[in-house]
């Protein structure tokens, strides 16, 4: 079933707070009739910090797409504080997360932007994110700072660069539960 705008405007007034946990339950995926995933349980508790390891085409990519609501479960496998999530309260799950994956995209923006992407500014909170993310240095080199013009997908800077400008946008939004998928792969130790 598509959504329609009226389903997110309905939507829209429907709450869903994560206070205690996420949880997945009995979970089997498959694509293609390959199984992924095979009656996985997983519980993630507010404020927790875990860690996916595995082999290649273990599961761990799509695990993500699936605590990030870029996949929809049909089953009310996933549930928040003991609330299943239904199909047509995936857009208001999807406000709660954060995801920094793999491959990330730059707008042909300035940094900012790329960074706040349509939220409202706030300076204070910008210098301090690129301060975590040590992303001061290379935009401190910039003639125009924070208002240099990223190229489309960071083509003006390196990977590691870009990889730092995604964090800080990742960040940015403070976002219930935040999914980084290998954050740090394109950075120094």
């Given at each position: ?5 009226e ?9 869903i ?23 996985l349980?997983l519980e993630i508790?507010?404020?927790e ?16 797409n699936?605590?990030s ?8 496998e996933?549930?928040?504080?003991d609330?299943?999530?239904a199909n ?7 406000k ?9 995209y ?6 900012e932007?790329?960074?706040i ?7 204070n909170k ?55 998928d290998?954050?740090?792969s394109?950075?120094d130790?």
């Open positions: 079933k598509s959504i329609t705008l389903d997110n405007k309905n939507n829209e007034d429907k709450n707070n994560f206070n205690k946990k996420i949880t997945i339950k009995n979970l089997t995926f498959k694509y293609d009739n390959t199984k992924i995933l095979n009656s349980n508790l507010k404020g910090k875990i860690a996916l390891v595995g082999e290649s085409g273990s599961g761990k990519t799509t695990l993500i699936i605590l609501g870029l996949i929809k479960l049909n089953n009310h996933l549930s928040v504080d609330i299943p999530i047509k309260d995936y857009i208001t799950y999807r709660l997360v954060s995801l920094m994956p793999q491959e990330s730059l707008m042909n923006e300035t940094v932007n790329n960074i992407f349509g939220d409202e500014i706030k300076f910008l210098n301090k994110l690129f301060n975590i993310v040590n992303a001061e240095k290379f935009i401190n080199k910039f003639e125009n700072k924070e208002k240099e013009i990223i190229k489309e997908n960071g083509l003006n800077i390196s990977g590691g660069e870009k990889q730092r400008l995604v964090f800080a946008r990742s960040l940015y939004k403070d976002f219930e539960l935040l999914i980084l290998e954050p740090t394109s950075l130790k």
